[in-house]
């Protein structure tokens, strides 16, 4: 039954973390008018791109680690993988903005590697055991 479910449950796993993914881009439109100067403003666009990647990432991470457990790991590299390559595919790339590239390639970067990395670190998570059901001293 497990097995079922985690088949059924790849694709909308899938189009949902590149949907979050590009409705965070789309939020992220504000960050680098938050700045005046010009740098800024660029930094704040490189640091949108990335933010977005990352939160998509961090927000699909627990789901896909639970519900796939061993095989997590791989499971979130295809999703990821996928979901770059559509949005690589959807993309229009205009060739006289370098800038442009940049922010894009960043991107995508972040995108394809944020739910991996992310998945790997809670993976990584061991409990510390730390529930002492007596106090140490005192008890009777």
Do not use: E
């Not at 973390?17 to 930094?43: E, N, T």
């Amino acid at each position: 039954m497990r097995l079922v479910v985690q088949i059924l449950l790849y694709f909308p796993l899938l189009y949902g973390y590149w949907l979050v993914h590009s409705r965070l881009a789309l939020w992220a439109q504000w960050l680098p008018d938050l700045f005046s100067s010009r740098p800024l403003q660029l930094s704040g666009l490189l640091a949108a791109s990335a933010l977005c990647g990352l939160f998509a990432g961090i927000a699909f991470a627990v789901p896909v680690a639970l519900l796939y457990r061993q095989y997590a790991l791989l499971v979130a590299t295809t999703i990821s993988l996928f979901g770059a390559a559509f949005d690589f595919y959807l993309m229009s790339v205009p060739s006289s903005r370098p800038f442009t590239l940049a922010v894009l390639a960043i991107d995508l970067l972040v995108f394809a590697a944020a739910l991996p990395i992310v998945v790997f670190v809670l993976l990584r998570l061991r409990p510390n055991n730390s529930f002492k059901p007596n106090p140490l001293r005192g008890s009777a």
